[in-house]
């Protein structure tokens, strides 16, 4: 018998499988992508796609963008003319049995709630509406009564990149915003007359108090309704001129964090003693941005699914891709090619058209926010003007904002969206029987 040394040597030769998305497979997918229609290839519905995605992303990137915009500016209109936190006094019978809200002890008042950590200033005001009257023009207006040293550290009424005037001689007379001026048809150096209906009492009744001032000072605060209706005067006189002798209306609080405002209303409230109230700007505008904020999601939800349509567009292609090149699926799964390679070809087709039209969408989107000025003064000119109101929408210009988390949430949604729908005929491709693709050829 032949020695267990003379048997037949037998070997097992173990065969290495390729990665995933090996250079063949992206070999493959290119060459589907760039076929012409009379070699079985769906160029035209590729470019449908990446165009479809590409308008998709952009209009979803141009909305964030000017909703950012919008919002940042609304806010900051806000923030920058207005105080963060206003200190009240409930109301209250003074000595003669009258009602009043008025704050006898400001100055205590003022120093007590400054001392409260995160407050960085703190303002006493008079308030009233009176009526301003220029040689028979009239604009009802809101007068806040302030120190020369309060107003110029108000950020968007003492810019002197917007201002007019002398803010300087603050003293001298009062500031007015600039549809005041426009209403009224005045300038810096003009006069103009407040009348109040609560003026001097006499023994026939109440007499309005009508008194002339200078205009020293022309301010653009950004919001329309601030421009329009509001004019600053000095402290010690709106006490003279509202009958608030020794008193104020209220104390104006600027905090070093405004969305957190929240946080110090119960520290303001015990530093400025019983009976004082707070009113934040979160009250004021509370319901607006609640508002904004719904719109903003719904308008998310809305163009996400419009991306979604964008992203089927792949899915029409792809299945036809798959159907025109059923005889190379079938000779290329004849030659070894896996289920698993068949499907990253035809998905690495779809994916690829998702990521550049979600670049060329990126693109578009983040150059109509860094240029929307001249693009809305363009389309403004083409519409004869007058496509933005001021009075309807408060600020005066269509604002954008770019920010990174808007961006990469439109990638997110539009490369997600791309790559699951590719899933589904990638999976048809990988499935499809060899025989039967070459039964008929």
């Known amino acids: 018998m032949p020695n267990g040394s003379d048997s037949p040597r037998t070997?097992?030769?173990?065969t290495r499988q390729p990665a995933p998305f090996a250079p063949y497979e992206w070999m493959i997918a290119w060459r589907y992508l760039r076929a012409k229609r009379a070699e079985g290839g769906v160029s035209v519905m590729t470019w449908i796609s990446l165009i479809g995605i590409t308008l998709a992303v952009f209009a979803l990137i141009a909305t964030l963008a000017v909703r950012s915009g919008f919002r940042a500016e609304f806010v900051d209109t806000i923030l920058g003319s207005n105080a963060h936190l206003t200190v009240y006094h409930m109301q209250r019978l003074d000595e003669y049995d009258r009602p009043t809200r008025t704050l006898p002890d400001y100055a205590g008042m003022a120093e007590a709630v400054r001392q409260v950590p995160g407050v960085t200033r703190v303002a006493p005001l008079v308030k009233g509406q009176v009526m301003a009257n220029v040689t028979g023009a009239n604009a009802g207006v809101e007068v806040f009564g302030i120190k020369a040293e309060d107003i110029t550290k108000i950020r968007r009424i003492a810019d002197p990149e917007t201002g007019r005037g002398d803010l300087a001689r603050f003293d001298d007379g009062i500031a007015i915003g600039s549809g005041v001026a426009l209403t009224l048809g005045v300038g810096v150096g003009d006069t103009i007359?407040?009348?109040s209906p609560n003026g001097v009492k006499t023994a026939f009744g109440t007499s309005p108090r009508i008194k002339a001032y200078e205009v020293v000072y022309i301010?653009?605060?950004?919001?329309?309704d601030i421009d329009k209706t509001r004019v600053y005067m000095p402290f010690a006189e709106a006490q003279l001129?509202?009958?608030?002798?020794?008193v104020a209306d209220e104390l104006?609080?600027?905090?070093?964090d405004p969305e957190a405002v929240e946080t110090l209303s119960t520290p303001v409230a015990q530093a400025a003693g019983a009976g004082a109230l707070i009113w934040t700007w979160q009250d004021a505008s509370g319901g607006f941005l609640r508002a904004l904020e719904i719109e903003d999601n719904v308008m998310f939800v809305i163009l996400s699914v419009l991306v979604l349509i964008a992203t089927?567009?792949?899915v029409s292609g792809l299945i036809m891709l798959v159907k025109n090149k059923g005889r190379d699926?079938?000779?290329?799964?004849?030659?070894?090619?896996?289920?698993?390679s068949v499907m990253r070809v035809f998905f690495i087709c779809g994916a690829f058209t998702g990521i550049l039209g979600t670049l060329a969408g990126v693109i578009l989107g983040c150059l109509f926010a860094i240029y929307i000025d001249?693009?809305?003064a363009f389309v403004n000119y083409v519409a004869g003007g007058g496509v933005w109101d001021p009075s309807i929408r408060g600020i005066y210009a269509l604002p954008a904002k770019l920010q990174l988390g808007d961006v990469l949430s439109a990638v997110g949604l539009s490369l997600g969206l791309s790559f699951i729908v590719t899933i589904f005929p990638a999976r048809r491709a990988a499935r499809m029987n060899p025989v039967e693709a070459l039964r008929y050829e």
């Open 11 to 14: 070997s097992s030769v173990k």
């Open 193 to 195: 007359k407040l009348i």
């Open 219 to 224: 301010f653009t605060a950004g919001r329309y």
């Open 241 to 246: 001129y509202f009958n608030r002798e020794g």
């Open 252 to 256: 104006e609080v600027i905090v070093t």
């Open 312 to 314: 089927m567009n792949i």
């Open 329 to 340: 699926i079938g000779i290329l799964r004849t030659m070894g090619l896996t289920e698993g």
């Open 374 to 376: 001249p693009i809305f």
